[in-house]
């Protein structure tokens, strides 16, 4: 058993800037349970173009809001007690909120390695 907090992750590499927020790596692949775990932050006003070719995600709101886009343009407004699944590696577009972040606990299988960055440029998805 083993306890890790947001504050022991932000001095280490597993604190990330990845591209339109923040995210805090608390498990990774070295923790050996076969998932990952990540407190995300997407900042407001920010759209990131995104794709897990290699990993299946769901994230759960615990703050703000923000939105999910899908390739055939689907949108779901995303506020907290909602959860999203990228069940079949989804191509999608994340936006946190007008005004607001948009604060998520993200569950990534396979884990993450926890330095992974995007390079978020809106004209091809993002992959990691």
């Not at 992750?9 to 692949?29: A, Y």
């Not at 995303?78 to 005004?99: A, N, Q, S």
Request: charged share 25%.
């Amino acid at each position: 058993m083993f306890v890790r907090s947001i504050s022991d992750v932000e001095k280490t590499d597993f604190f990330v800037e990845w591209g339109s927020g923040t995210s805090h790596r608390l498990l990774t692949e070295r923790d050996g349970v076969g998932f990952t775990i990540c407190h995300t932050v997407v900042r407001a006003g920010t759209e990131s173009l995104l794709h897990y070719r290699n990993h299946l995600e769901a994230c759960y709101c615990i703050g703000g809001e923000g939105e999910i886009e899908d390739m055939e343009g689907t949108v779901h407004t995303i506020r907290p007690g909602d959860m999203y699944v990228l069940d079949k590696h989804d191509c999608h577009y994340l936006r946190g909120g007008k005004f607001t972040d948009l604060i998520l606990v993200s569950v990534f299988n396979p884990p993450l390695v926890g330095t992974e960055r995007h390079a978020i440029n809106n004209q091809s998805a993002s992959s990691y």
